[in-house]
């Protein structure tokens, strides 16, 4: 497969085009028989590290490409159960986008973009007013990870995850359609 053909694949987000980490691995591994790509999970207290190798030729090892990512237990949807694969799994897509595999307008995959994105979109705690739950409607309560960082999170969150749902925190317009009809009726 050529680079050409990677690049089909590609994801636009924000108007920039993204190749996920999984076609990067399953290029690398067609055009590049005699290589191979080695990760290390690094010392961290606070989160999880990785640092992923990429040789594209084992017969010449001084030829590598490296990629490090990190993530927080709890932070976010995914890494609320799967910090350790998300993290390990983004150094590798760096390491492939060092190498010059699945850059397109950038090094950062799909799912870097897609983590970040998520990350935006997370409730700040400090906020008084609980959120709501976007898919079931109710209302958020408060959880700590494991690192002591307060977030907002559906009581039901277990049962969203086993559903393969995602739900956001979000603020409801806490007036109710009859206030506001009561409101439009009024003299300006």
């Not at 927080?72 to 609320?80: A, D, H, L, R």
Request: with cysteine; glycine share 6%; net charge positive.
């Amino acid at each position: 497969m050529k680079q050409d053909a990677l690049k089909k694949k590609a994801v636009d987000i924000k108007g920039k085009k993204y190749i996920l980490i999984s076609d990067r691995v399953i290029f690398f591994n067609e055009n590049y028989p005699n290589g191979c790509i080695q990760t290390e999970q690094l010392e961290s207290t606070d989160r999880v590290e990785f640092k992923a190798i990429v040789i594209p030729d084992a017969k010449t090892p001084q030829r590598f490409f490296t990629g490090h990512s990190q993530a927080v237990w709890g932070e976010g949807y995914i890494n609320k159960s799967s910090a350790l694969e998300n993290a390990e799994t983004s150094a590798v897509g760096r390491a492939l986008g060092m190498m010059g595999i699945g850059v397109i307008d950038s090094i950062a995959s799909v799912d870097e973009i897609n983590k970040a994105v998520a990350q935006e979109k997370t409730y700040d705690a400090s906020i008084e007013k609980a959120p709501f739950c976007s898919i079931c409607g109710k209302e958020a309560m408060k959880a700590k990870t494991q690192q002591g960082r307060v977030f907002w999170t559906c009581p039901a969150w277990k049962v969203h995850k086993d559903n393969g749902e995602k739900p956001e925190m979000v603020q409801k317009d806490e007036t109710t359609q009859e206030a506001k009809d009561f409101i439009n009726k009024m003299p300006k």
